[in-house]
């Protein structure tokens, strides 16, 4: 009789004890509230992946060049890998909010920049311009866009890039 008391008293307070606990998570996951931007604000993200331009162009090897090499290293054309730094800048209304200018990861220098940046900003019309220069052969800037732009609180607007379309919001 003694044992089967305990064993229900046991079985109450489990019980008590997983109320209180479960009681504790809930309260935790809806009370105290968390926003990460405010409710008059947007958030641009400017991601994307993009490998620069080759620093040098190729050249042709001459005869005598050709010569100097192992026969087994004697190919016509001779490529730097190394690419290119991006410069990249973005303005909103006139006003700079990104600038960066990232050299390209790898031992030889040849790999492709990651770009990430986010920046939270009033909700509303804005004009929106972003440039890119990504070949230290050519002056100014290769990729731009310029753009009036319509974001709503609490939205999140994508700046990406494709090489063959330029920069594109999403």
């Known amino acids: 009789m003694l044992n089967l008391e305990n064993k229900l008293i ?3 307070l489990q019980a008590i004890n997983y109320s209180v606990f479960m009681g504790m998570i809930w309260y935790l ?26 620093k040098e162009p190729c050249h042709r090897r001459t005869q005598a060049e050709l010569m100097k090499l192992p026969p087994n290293m004697r190919a016509p054309m001779d490529c730097s890998r190394e690419r290119s730094p991006i410069i990249i800048e973005a303005l909103l209304d006139g006003d700079l909010i990104y600038s960066q200018t990232l050299n390209a990861p790898g031992i030889y220098k040849d790999g492709s920049v990651d770009i990430y940046h986010s920046v939270k900003i009033p909700a509303g019309s804005h004009r929106f311009s972003i440039k890119m220069d990504d070949s230290v052969l050519k002056e100014g800037f290769d990729y731009k866009l310029d753009q009036n732009i319509e974001i709503n609180p609490a939205k999140i607007l994508l700046v990406d890039f494709n090489a063959g379309q330029g920069f594109f919001i999403k």
């Open 10 to 12: 046991r079985y109450a």
């Open 29 to 54: 996951s809806t009370s105290p509230s968390y926003q990460q931007i405010a409710e008059d604000e947007a958030v641009i993200n400017i991601s994307f992946s993009h490998a620069g331009e080759t």
